[in-house]
């Protein structure tokens, strides 16, 4: 059974800095003796650092020292209000000054979530940084060579609720907190509805303070109503109405939940749902990158690990991906999209096997 890291030991591992002018909060792991290399490891949405508890002792314990930063706008970091801030090339810019500052020339990197979609950004504009690459739920999703909105994108339609004013307002304190956070990690409804439908321009404005976040986070994290009901759903978004219902989360306990309400207080919902508001600047970002359909291939190896359950990144979203990889594994989980903490175990034996099985990344680069 893998271990993983309390919110009380996990305090003491915080460290922060400034990356290009802004504020950022990291947690920082190291191995007993001189680490055999360094990992990065990047969350996603509406997640934190912390999100990778039961990953970061896993990988220190295999010599590896770890990085998990809060990304812009999560918990200790900076929340500016603009958009530009919350980008890709953002995004690889503050994780390359973070590895400078910590003294690394090469990292290993992972995401989960929006993580795990700047992860492979980071790889595109720093290739000479990054050694090995895993994603865990999120496939590569190739550069587009024109601007698709978010109502073009089915499976994303949610998105447009959370890159809207309502959801923000609404989610304002400890309360609402972490209801949403429950209905986003599963909870459900005394009757067993969802909370999640995941569309329409009110989410922002109406999860604000503790409460509201408290009750967002519950129903976005499993959560139920007292009748069983889910509060979220990739087409149409979260289900605000029920949200006061949902019930606690299943993938975590009382203090870790206390712990994420901390966290996202700091900043409120704004900073999280801005990475909702970024699609036309990474459009237009991704531009550089000059990416070419028919040729690009990565040259670091990669892992990819699918959740089979994912409705928003369903492990059919990386058919095909094979092409723009030299070097690609991958791998299934009979998870949801919360696939770090409902299977630890699995998830944590395909890194180590692409990283340190026969054949894997350390062998290679010995």
Partial sequence: MTSKLSPEEVRSLYKTTTLNGKTYSYILSEPKGTPIDTIFLIHGFPDISYGWRYQIPFLTSLGLRVVAPDMMGYGGTAAPAEP???TFKRAADDIAALAKEIGVHHIILGGHDWGGAVVYR???YYPELISAVFSVCTPFLVP????????????????IQL??????AKIVGAEKIRQFLSGFYGGRTPEGEILMGLAGPELEAKIVGAEKIRQFLSGFYGGRTPEGEILMGVEKGFYLEKMERVGESPLLTKGEMDFYVERFLNNGMHGPTNWYRTGEINFKEDQELNFDPETFKFKMPFLFIGGTRDVALPPAMALGMEKHFRSLTKGEVNTSHWALWEKPDEVNAYIKEFLFGAGGWKKASL
Avoid: D, H
Avoid at 150 to 158: A, D, E, G, T, V
Avoid at 163 to 168: K, Q, T
């Fill in 84 to 86: 530009e801030f919350y």
């Fill in 122 to 124: 980071v790889a595109m």
């Fill in 144 to 159: 587009q060579s024109e601007y698709k909105p978010l109502s073009r994108l089915p499976n994303f339609k949610y998105q």
């Fill in 163 to 168: 890159a809207g004013p309502e959801l923000e």
